[in-house]
């Protein structure tokens, strides 16, 4: 008996899926066909899938070539199984030509033409049109969104806006797409706008594209008042619009599973969360010397609150803020200390100051840790009372990672996504509350220093 297999994500399933199928089972007598898992597509940069496993499973099911349905979780699987199943023949479509080469020596691979003018990813395109994004600001995260917007299906990166015509000409002609000086013609080419200019900017550009009815993926902190988030937030509801705080570790696969881990009892109920981010920054960038908007906190306070406010909630009792300044008085170095009915938490960060970046989230009956760079969550250890009993757990995260929050994005705009769940309004809302909060400490601060000085 020859025996045979095949693997494949089977999304929408198409004409191309079942002509494979059906000339796969050609091959043999027995065919295997590995569908992958949403996680396993998710760490291998495939975002966008529409149709869950099982239902992905049944359309391969019902084609009647399938002798038996696996499914797909890792990478390296493939060799495991053909080794398992005493597999004669591996085979895929075209696309794939040279990739499975290695498995050569284990099996016969047989590459079979792919059917012409169908896809998964044409029929998700045909579902939802393309999305098309305009970038606000030219800065380093602009930089990095681009690329990353590339790997994902339904998006495609129209434009750029900066009022400057200099940076905007150089970024356009980097990234070969088109620039814009005024403001009114970028919003006539685009469906959404990503922002990733300075943070005071956030607010007024958030409003003008929402009031011209684009979808808005903000860059964090998206904004610095609580009432302004408010405010654009139940705008974007009431005119059936997306807004989406882009902070990237909320996204990521890794820092999901994290949550799930601490969330699920096994470290008993969390009662201490710290988390710690730093930065060297040169003294002459921007976070350094804006003197009403820099600084450490509003730089990196966003990710440092993130796992506070995912697991201990919105409510908390006091929050207070320590700080190192440098001499133009902006901070270096942070430390807002958090106190909920339940337990307590530190979300530490620095730009001027070096210090270990760990996030510790400790309960009852053990601990999380998670070494740097944990705002990229790809690995965390579950510590309990005996040291040898350690619990290992890896994710891959891919590339800078925006790929995650960009795909959320593009799901919740298609109206097929629950991310929303990952950032929610609510918690962006609390994010901005306390930038204000923290902003207001540190000019009360400032402005008593400087009438101390005066007397
Ligand atoms: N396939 C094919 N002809 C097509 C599309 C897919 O022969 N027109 C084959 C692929 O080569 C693979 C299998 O079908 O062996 C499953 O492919 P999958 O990646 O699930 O489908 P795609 O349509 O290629 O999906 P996507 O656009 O998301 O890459």
Redesign the pocket.
Known sequence: MVRVI??????LF????Y??LERAKALGDYLIVGVTTDAYDKTRG?LN?IDPLPARIENVKKTGFADEVIIEEAAGQKFNDIKKFHIDIF??????VGCFDYLKDYCQVIY???????????L?EQNSPIQRVGIIGTGRIAHRFIPEAKLV?GITTQGVYNPHKESTERFARKWEINGYTDLEKFYESIDSAYIASPHETHYSYIKSALEHGKHVLCEKPMVLKRSQAEELFSYAREHGLVLFEGIKTAYCPGFGKLLGIACSGSIGSIRNVEACFTKLESKNSREMTDLTYGGSFTELGSYVLLPILKLFGENFETINFEYIEGENGLDLFTKASVRYETGMAAATCGLGVKSEGRLLIAGTKGYIVVEAPWWKTRYFEVHYENPEEVEKYSERFLGDGLRYEISDFLTMINGTGKSGIKLTRRESIVLADVMERFLRTCRRTREGASERSSH
């Open positions: 095949t693997y494949g994500t089977f999304d198409h004409e191309g899926h002509r494979l495939k899938v085979t895929v479509g075209s696309d794939w079979l033409e792919r059917t012409k003018n169908i896809s998964s990813t044409m998700r299906s």
